[in-house]
Structure formats: structure tokens, C-alpha cells
């Protein structure tokens, strides 16, 4: 992993939505908008709330939302161009944030300029995969507009190290790559080998939706993948208490993090929103205690810190509730926000003042349906511990942890759901408190 990545907590954008982009490509014959300009007005939004990265979703030329490529070394006209991209990764950088851009690199859009050759010209025809039979070619999980990329013709890989090479060379700090589990991980090393030696310090996350995740990077040579198994524990343990499902993650989550380091998170642009998902709003706090108390990269998905909810449909458009624009500028967010918006900040900076959060193993030493102490220690340091204590009952819950790990010192309350009572164990009906040492 590169050095600066397991203290990054990233703020994570769907450009096209955020800036309220149209829909569909534009005409070649309008001019470019000049949309990433409006994301420069967050940046000390991100800073504020406590990030240091800004992981962008897909900013290149494409078809439509942005996950149908056609030109990668071009970006969306709807969002801007160049120059665009060049001053927002200045001003990322002049506030510290770094930026991880979205590489879409298992499929295309059909306006592919190879796949518009594919037909005539044999050499072009080999960037793609064809279906089973060779009638047709492949395409991702059904949808006949993105059109799969042959993972095993040399062309493709050259293609793709070019792009990642380029775009780091221009201020991008490393790359989420969309949909990596449905690339050989051998693809990945190949690509990486090269990629590497020019820009040693690059991050690289790779989209991983289930399966065998420490196999899959160790194969790919990737630093992360996503860590799904998490996000849905986060919210389904919560919504059917039974913390035990939490539980279990969680011992899964420490295996991955024997051999990298997981990108974590309670929301992103594919996923109904965590405020949406949660059966009683009470429990978002306990969500969030989580994600930031136990190990992993974590990333928060923009509106989720203000509370915003949105439902993912399986229909055409079923994103966009998920994706929606943002004002100009934060003065134009409702005040209703400010409660998670709060929330999050604290959360945010206590996972900052804790940096060895991001390798920390999480042990549950007291589990019940509806109540469970996380204790997470540093396994580099016996004198680092946090507790994460987790009611979602009906009434208090005295916690027996006195004695349990965290830190050297007596147990203080760093952060609770409520004002804390006199004894630190005590957690209130549908409350967290985290406890560290004196």
C-alpha cells in the first residue's frame, strides 16, 4: 500500500450527478461545459468534514452515466475539459486532498472507436470479447451498451497502461478500478508491473463484490478492494438485531486485513443510501461508530453526511436517486442536514487522532442480539485500543468491559450517541458510546 493511503479517508463523488450533468453525450456541435469547476467549490467542504482524498467516480468521455466509455484519455465534455481536470487536481492538492479517479477498464461504451472498427478491421475486433457461441459480442452482466473488452489481447493492456499512466502523471493519486472482479487478476498484475515503476507511490482499489477478497489481491497485485461483506453487515446486523451477523464480518474483515488493507464504506453510488436502508433511523449513529472504529480505508459517499436518502432501483434510471446534483456551493445545503453532517465530523476526527485505526484488529468480547463490545486494538502497538459499544435495544444496556482492551489508563467516553452517563459502560436504549484510555 502506498504510505499515504492508510491514513486517507475519502470523500466519494459521482461527478455526472454532483454537477447536475445531462444525461445523454452531448452534441459535437455544443461547446464543452465546464462543470468540475463547480466541484472546486466543495473542496474545503471535504476538508472540513475531516477527509483527505476525493475519489471521483467516472470523469471521461462517455455515452451516458459515465460507466460506457468511449474516449479515456478525453474528459466528459459534460463536465469539462483539460484544463478543467488540471485545476481541480491543483486545488485538490494545495488543500492536501488526494484524488482517486474511477477506471472503467472492463468494458466500453458501443461509441468505442475500436469497437466501431471491430467489424471491418480483424485488429480492433480482438480488443473485444466475443459471446458464448461467437454470434455476438460479450457485454457486462447483460447490458448490450457496454461491450466487454478481450482482458487477454496485448493491445488492451497497452491501452489501459497508457490511461492509468497519463492520468497519474496529471495529479491523480491512484485508481478505483470499476468492476475488477470481472477481470482476470492476472490482467491487473500485468498492468500494474508496468504502471508501478513510474509512479511508486500510487494507490490502486479494485471493485470486488464477493468471493475469496485477500486471493483476489493477492493474484491482481492490487493495494484494496472493496469490502462489501462489511457494508451490508453494517446495516442488515442493525435492521434484523442480530449483531451476531456484525460479529461475524468482523472476524472476516481481520483475515482480510492480515494481508491488505479493505476500502470500506456505508454507502457509494450503486447502493440505496444507508439513511434509505435502515429501519429505524436510530441505528445510522451505530453504522457510522463502526466504519470508522474498526480497520480499512474508509470512504464516504457525498450526502450520506448529510443524511440524504435515496432508493437504488433495478430499472433504467434506477441510479438517480442515488446520484443526485448538489448546490453550488455548501450554503445551499438544507440546515436538516447538520445533525449527521456533525456527526460525521466528530466521528471523522476521532478516526484521524486514532491513524492506526486504518490496521487495527477488532475483537468482539461481549455479543449479544442487541447489544456487542468491538474492541479494536493496534497489533503493531499494545497501547492503542478503542471500545465500541453497540445498543440497539429497548432499554440501557450495562456493557461488563472494564477490563477489556483499550489502551492503557481508565476508560473515558470519547464519543456517544447521547451525553453520556456517569458510569461509561452504561449505554442507553438504542445508543453507542466509544470509550478509550485516559
Not at 113 to 128: G, I, M, V, Y
Request: proline share 7%; glycine share 10%; hydrophobic share 40%.
Amino acid at each position: 500500500m502506498a504510505s499515504w493511503a492508510d491514513r486517507t479517508i475519502w470523500w466519494h463523488v459521482y461527478p455526472l450527478g454532483f454537477t447536475g450533468a445531462e444525461a445523454v453525450a452531448l452534441p459535437a456541435s455544443e461547446p464543452v461545459r465546464h462543470r468540475l469547476r463547480h466541484l472546486e467549490n466543495w473542496l474545503d467542504y471535504a476538508v472540513g468534514l475531516g477527509c483527505s482524498g476525493l475519489q471521483l467516480g467516472p470523469v471521461f468521455d462517455s455515452e451516458t452515466h459515465g460507466y460506457d466509455t468511449v474516449d479515456h484519455f478525453r474528459i466528459d465534455p459534460r463536465l469539462g475539459d483539460d484544463a478543467d481536470f488540471d485545476r481541480l487536481a491543483a486545488a485538490a492538492r494545495d488543500r492536501g486532498l488526494h484524488l482517486l479517479l474511477d477506471g472503467v477498464f472492463n468494458h466500453v461504451g458501443r461509441g468505442f472507436p475500436a469497437f466501431r472498427r471491430a467489424e471491418a478491421d480483424p485488429r480492433a475486433a480482438a480488443w473485444f470479447r466475443r459471446s458464448p457461441g461467437g454470434a455476438d459480442h460479450d457485454v457486462f452482466e447483460g447490458h448490450r451498451h457496454l461491450v466487454a473488452l478481450d482482458h487477454d489481447e496485448p493491445a488492451v493492456l497497452d491501452h489501459v497502461v497508457r490511461v492509468m499512466d497519463h492520468w497519474l502523471g496529471r495529479g491523480a493519486s491512484g485508481w478505483r478500478l470499476d468492476a475488477a472482479y470481472a477481470v482476470p487478476p492476472g490482467f491487473w498484475r500485468r498492468a500494474l508491473e508496468r504502471v508501478r515503476p513510474r509512479h511508486p507511490g500510487a494507490w490502486f482499489a479494485g471493485e470486488v463484490l464477493h468471493g475469496d477478497y485477500a486471493a483476489y489481491v493477492a493474484e491482481s497485485g492490487l493495494d484494496s478492494v472493496t469490502q462489501y461483506e462489511l457494508w451490508k453487515a453494517l446495516w442488515s446486523s442493525l435492521n434484523d438485531s442480530n449483531l451476531y451477523e456484525l460479529a461475524w464480518a468482523l472476524e472476516r474483515h481481520n483475515g482480510f486485513l492480515e494481508t491488505f488493507t479493505p476500502l470500506t464504506f456505508a454507502g457509494n453510488h450503486d447502493v440505496t443510501r444507508l439513511a434509505s436502508r435502515l429501519t429505524d433511523a436510530r441505528h445510522l449513529g451505530h453504522a457510522l461508530a463502526v466504519l470508522f472504529t474498526v480497520g480499512g480505508v474508509p470512504s464516504v459517499y457525498y450526502g450520506d453526511e448529510q443524511g440524504l436518502r435515496g432508493v437504488k432501483e433495478d430499472r433504467a434510471g434506477g441510479d438517480d436517486a442515488v446520484r443526485p446534483a448538489f448546490p453550488a456551493s455548501p450554503d445551499g445545503l438544507s440546515p436538516a442536514g447538520e445533525p449527521v453532517h456533525r456527526l460525521h465530523r466528530r466521528l471523522i476526527a476521532l478516526r484521524r487522532r486514532h491513524p492506526w485505526l486504518a490496521g487495527a484488529r477488532t475483537a468482539v468480547p461481549y455479543l449479544d442480539n442487541r447489544a456487542a463490545a468491538l474492541a479494536s486494538t493496534d497489533p503493531g502497538h499494545s497501547g492503542h485500543g478503542l471500545l465500541t459499544l453497540l445498543n440497539i435495544g429497548d432499554r440501557p444496556w450495562r456493557l461488563p468491559v472494564e477490563d477489556l482492551p483499550a489502551g492503557t489508563g481508565d476508560l473515558v467516553t470519547l464519543e456517544s450517541s447521547a451525553e453520556p452517563p456517569a458510569d461509561p459502560c452504561l449505554v442507553p436504549a438504542h445508543g453507542w458510546t466509544i470509550l478509550g484510555a485516559r
